[in-house]
């Protein structure tokens, strides 16, 4: 342990020497869906079928119990459950990383433990919400997140939904904590994503929109976590791929296919429209849980009309 005031606050919080920092696996992730019964139950047999899908389609690993998943509309019993049977699915085949974000820090590190438990490589967390913490507050929260997990622990800042706007010098204060391994950045601020990739080179930094990915490639970016990776988690893969290899024309024309899919999925609500979307390629995945109501049928034409002239769905 670092002596006197060199000690880092984990240092000094938990009177031990810290441990290198633990690295994020893998590069493409999909941000997976949590398939549900017709009455919204946690529909665990339907996981696996979702995961050989996802798989298939070449990405690196799940992202397990985010905005996606429906995670804050689950109790802590259901979030866990689907954990435990996402990794039981996953079977190996690819890197887990475990959403386990929580309005508490007793919920968030129950669900740490639960993760590291069922052999996850990674979790992640949006800052704590709905009440309003100080950043110190917040800072706490993500350290007892990483000693309870003893996993590589990612920041998930996403405050369109959270409502949490951390400013750029208090991510980049996350971001320094030797317990924090990385971020995922799901907003449209460019110039500030690069500001973190730039601040922390040595952490790791996904990015969290899909339809800017082949910007935050260009931009430096370790990799991407995003929604639409459940359907067309083959499209980022080539996007990156594309990219490195300087070949802008394909990345351009991947990243149009992409934004041809959000484009409607904008108008049928991103989680409805994909459920609707995974059940249709043959994947059943169930409805969403309310207060989400079924996606408009003008939208779901739309739907129907892309998946067969892009995945060859008949409509
Ligand atoms: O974090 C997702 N963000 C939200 C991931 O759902 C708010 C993204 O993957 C979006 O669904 C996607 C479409 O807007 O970029």
């Known amino acids: 342990m670092r002596a006197g005031t060199d000690a880092s606050p984990l240092e000094r919080l938990t009177g031990r020497p810290e441990e290198g920092v633990m690295e994020i696996p893998g590069s493409i992730h999909a941000a997976m869906l949590t398939p549900l019964t017709e009455d919204a139950g946690v529909a665990t047999a339907a996981i696996e079928p979702l995961a050989d899908f996802i798989l298939s ?26 954990l435990r049977a996402t990794s039981a699915a996953a079977q190996g085949r690819g890197a887990l990383i475990a959403h386990v974000g929580a309005a508490s820090t007793h919920d968030a590190v129950a669900l740490a433990r639960i993760a590291a438990d069922a052999g996850y490589d990674a979790v992640a967390a949006v800052p704590p919400f709905y009440y309003k913490f100080s950043f110190d507050e917040i800072a706490d929260y993500y350290r007892a997140i990483a000693d309870a997990a003893g996993l590589p622990l990612m920041v998930y800042n996403i405050p369109a939904l959270t409502g949490v706007a951390l400013q750029t010098d208090e991510l980049i204060g996350l971001l320094l904590e030797s317990s924090v391994a990385g971020i995922k950045y799901t907003a449209k601020d460019l110039f500030e994503f690069t500001r973190l990739r730039e601040a922390v080179p040595d952490k790791k930094c996904f ?3 899909d339809e800017m990915f082949i910007a935050a490639v260009a931009a430096g970016t370790d990799g991407g976590i995003g929604s639409t990776y459940n359907l067309i988690g083959d499209v980022y893969v080539g ?5 490195a290899a300087g070949d802008l024309e394909t990345a351009r024309r991947l990243q149009a296919k992409s934004h041809g899919l959000i484009k409607i999925l904008l108008e049928t609500g991103v989680v409805e429209g994909l459920k609707y979307a995974m059940t249709k390629v043959g994947v059943p995945v169930g409805p969403c849980r309310r207060p989400f109501r079924p996606a408009p049928s003008h939208a779901l034409a739309k739907l129907d009309a892309w998946l067969d002239a892009e995945m060859r769905i008949a409509a």
């Open 239 to 243: 996007i990156q791929r594309a990219v």
């Open 57 to 82: 389609r070449g990405v690196d690993g799940l992202y397990v119990g985010g905005s996606t998943g429906e995670a804050m509309l689950m109790s802590r019993d259901e979030r866990a459950e689907v």
């Open 207 to 209: 990015f969290g929109s």
